[in-house]
């Protein structure tokens, strides 16, 4: 029973096919058919030929993610997988990339490409996911739509801010973090700062979230503007901005209630159990992560993210740490949103949040770890479909630290498994502080002393702790040791 593999390089209104044999050799040379019924006819009636010539084989054909004009070719290969032995997947553009450039193509067509795909599906087997239709596809479109509006949205405030700051400078200060609702009600109404310096404050207290005492200051502030336009084009331009901005949110209000109320996927359920997760970054977090069985462990979901940690090291130093920020966008937006509301509504969070805060890293970066912590917290959830528990997440973190120490010991010696470390090698001054911390750490006589407290880490002797230099650090912390 022979594979052959088919590679489809999709292009707006027709595909280029390439198949190949599991020896990359060219079963089927490159054809090109149009994203037609006629163009699909076809391609049937060229695999009905192949099959006829290659009995009891299996032809293993993938597409490229292209934004959505691969999916009728796509569902194409998933109805034919019911007629003829045929297995269809949809792959991530980088990974046929990266194969691309190690190929070593100096040039690039529609069907090199295709033979690129095909040649990726040989030679990566394990990466990919065959035969798994796309059943939330409806929801997907939903959720993409809804991005399409905030973004425009997102243009719009952004242009608006560039009027309001040459007409009706007066209102800046009431927009650092965004633009209130009152402020486009009152842009609606009074464009300009000429305009706003003409009302009086009976009126524009009238509008929502306006006192008298507010309407005012707004006035007076209005009279004493320094803004450059007020003529009639601007006063046109702001009003109608303002328009489509209000348009829009109704738009997008209404949008996410119809997803919430017509959302059908089972993992919203556990993963709106954790207190910081409503229902919209539910639906994100699951149309992103897909199926969690994608995932073998945590750090594979946490590098789809750009989540995971990053850092250099190289001889006896080590920097570099920060978010890798390698993975997809959205959902790190959807779980730094998750992570603010999760400090202040989940005790968990919060406690994390504030141990890190303590220990003086900045506030960003703790939330950075929350934001690692909730997809660790998610993951769990989705492979065990189990509501969110903090008890057994607490004790699954009491297991972890009682465990940590010996498994670090354990890898460090590994690597000196030949050689244990010569106190005469000449070695920088820096690796000559780790290798002390290492053997006080393992010293006997420490232990039977019973002096159980931890020598100080490899990141406090980097550092400069109130101008001290790493060695008074060791030095401080002896004599805690001693006494």
Not at 146 to 171: D, P
Request: proline share 3%; charged share 25%.
């Amino acid at each position: 029973m022979a594979d052959y593999f088919l590679g489809c390089d999709v292009s707006k209104g027709y595909a280029d096919f390439t198949i190949l044999d599991s020896k990359k050799h060219v079963a089927e040379s490159d054809f090109q058919l149009d994203d037609t019924f006629e163009g699909h006819s076809c391609l049937c009636n060229i695999l009905e030929r192949f099959f006829k010539a290659h009995p009891d084989s299996t032809l293993y054909a993938a597409v490229e993610s292209t934004g959505g004009y691969e999916n009728n070719w796509l569902n194409l290969f998933y109805r034919l997988s019911g007629l003829m032995n045929v297995k269809a997947a949809r792959l991530n553009p980088v990974g046929v990339n990266a194969y691309n450039k190690a190929s070593l193509n100096r040039n690039v067509n529609d069907s090199i490409s295709a033979k690129n795909i095909a040649g990726y599906l040989i030679s990566y087997p394990e990466k990919i996911p065959y035969s798994q239709e796309d059943t939330r596809s409806s929801l997907r479109k939903q959720w993409n739509f809804i991005a399409m509006l905030k973004k425009q949205r997102t243009q719009l405030f952004n242009q608006l801010g560039f009027h309001i700051y040459t007409a009706n400078t007066a209102i800046l200060k009431y927009c650092k973090n965004g633009l209130p609702r009152w402020v486009l009600y009152l842009l609606e109404r009074y464009p300009t700062s000429l305009k706003l310096s003409r009302a009086r404050v009976s009126a524009v207290s009238k509008i929502p979230y306006i006192s008298q005492e507010r309407a005012r200051d707004l006035i007076l502030a209005a009279r004493k503007s320094i803004a450059s336009s007020g003529d009639e084009v601007t006063e046109f331009l702001i009003k109608e901005t303002v328009k489509q901005i209000i348009n829009l949110g109704k738009s997008i209000e209404l949008q996410e209630k119809y997803l919430e109320k017509h959302c059908d996927i089972p993992e919203v359920n556990i993963l709106t159990s954790f207190k910081g997760i409503g229902t919209l970054s539910a639906v994100g977090l699951s149309l992103n992560i897909v199926t969690i069985e994608r995932f073998p462990t945590v750090k594979h979901l946490a590098s789809y993210f750009g989540l995971h940690p990053v850092y250099k090291e190289s001889g006896d130093g080590m920097w570099g740490f920060h978010m890798s920020k390698q993975g997809r966008i959205e959902p790190r937006a959807i779980l730094f949103m998750a992570a603010r509301s999760a400090i202040n509504s989940n005790p968990l969070i919060k406690e994390i949040y504030i141990k890190h805060v303590q220990r003086g890293m900045s506030k960003m970066a703790a939330l950075g770890v929350c934001m690692h912590k909730i997809l660790r917290i998610v993951y769990g959830m989705l492979k065990n479909q189990k509501a969110f528990d903090p008890e057994i997440d607490r004790e699954n973190s009491r297991k972890v630290l009682s465990t940590k120490e010996t498994r670090e010991s354990k890898k460090k010696d590994a690597r000196r498994r030949y050689q244990k470390q010569d106190d005469s090698a000449p070695v920088s001054r820096r690796q000559g502080i780790k290798r002390k911390e290492r053997k006080k750490s393992q010293s006997n006589n420490v232990t039977k002393n019973g002096i159980i407290a931890s020598s100080p880490s490899i990141q406090e002797a980097m550092h400069l702790k109130g101008g001290k230099r790493p060695y008074q650090i060791f030095k401080e912390r002896a004599n805690e040791l001693t006494h």
